[in-house]
């Protein structure tokens, strides 16, 4: 058995293009400071790829000495690798506060692998496109769910403060300067700080910025009038 094998250049292809393809959703990921960045994906990419080169000729010396006896089923290694990458994808997952988090990240960690895969079976066409297609989900289509489906990632902040004449002008001067969007909002009687006078605002924002809705917090956690403040 030869140490270099005769297809060699059509290896050295096939793994290569498979990380380059991983990687470049990786990077993707790691911009967004996800737990699964470059490093992730071209692994999970590069080894699936490895995983459909070992299935479709790693056996082929054994299937040549007796083919009468050894029945060969190509995707038999893939079908675990799409299977066994969901243990990777559930480390991505956080749980946190009835909210869940890297999904995306998850479903990205998926289809490197099967970008891996396809590419290890020679299908370069199928794994540009794929890639082209999970690049363009990611980035453009994140910021029209921000734009026009935000709707839909509604937040409600609850904000217990010292009932005063400007208070609400405030608080409301918080949210504008965050550029958080207040969709509505309630004020009522708070009975547990009826002692300190004070009042409850609900505020429903549009939720999706981040590090827009952290700066918020931290400005109404430091405000003298706020007593508490519920996320």
């Not at 071209?42 to 083919?67: E, K, R």
């Not at 001067?173 to 969709?183: N, R």
């Amino acid at each position: 058995m030869d140490f270099i094998p005769a297809d060699f250049l059509d290896i050295i292809i096939r793994l290569l293009l498979a990380a380059i393809l991983s990687g470049l959703i990786g990077i993707e990921r790691e911009s967004k400071q996800q737990p699964a960045g470059l490093r992730t994906h071209v692994l999970v990419g590069t080894g699936s790829c490895l995983m459909m080169i070992l299935s479709i000729t790693g056996f082929d010396m054994f299937l040549s000495q007796d083919s009468d006896v050894i029945r060969f089923d190509p995707g038999r290694i893939p079908s675990y690798v799409i299977s066994g990458i969901g243990f990777l994808g559930a480390g991505t997952i956080i749980v946190q506060k009835g909210s869940v988090k890297g999904l995306t990240t998850a479903a990205s960690i998926w289809v490197a692998a099967g970008l891996g895969l396809v590419i290890g079976i020679d299908m370069y066409f199928v794994g540009i496109l794929t890639t082209a297609i999970v690049l363009i989900t990611l980035h453009f289509l994140e910021k029209v769910e921000r734009k026009y489906l935000s709707i839909y990632k509604q937040k409600t902040i609850v904000i217990v403060a010292e009932d005063r004449e400007n208070a609400y002008d405030m608080i409301s001067g918080f949210f504008e300067e965050s550029e958080v969007e207040v969709i509505g909002f309630q004020i009522e009687n708070e009975e547990l700080y009826s002692e300190k006078n004070a009042s409850k605002y609900t505020f429903t924002i549009n939720g999706g910025n981040i590090k827009n809705e952290s700066e918020l917090i931290k400005k109404l956690q430091k405000s003298t009038i706020i007593y508490k403040v519920i996320v």
